[in-house]
């Protein structure tokens, strides 16, 4: 990745809530279950932005980091 990329990615990742912070810390340091757990199937993209936005007022922002990696992955895949 570029220097650029990285630093960022390094400055947003600051800007985040402590809270968020650590579900992104989790999310990369379990990253090879995290991506097991994601192949799953694909879920509609207005499903899963409801499923942020629950979990987003129950401040469950591990769950929110986790379906925002679902997002992607399936819009990757």
Known sequence: MEKE?????V???????QEIQSAVLWIM???EIVDYLV????IPKKEIEEFIQKAMEKKDYLM???LI?????????
Request: charged residues 35%.
């Open 29 to 31: 340091e379990q990253n």
């Open 69 to 77: 990696y679902k997002r992607v992955y399936d819009m990757n895949n």
């Open 64 to 66: 929110v980091v986790m």
């Open 5 to 9: 990329k990285i630093d960022r990615l």
């Open 11 to 17: 400055s947003l990742y600051r800007e985040l809530p």
């Open 39 to 42: 192949q799953g199937e694909k």
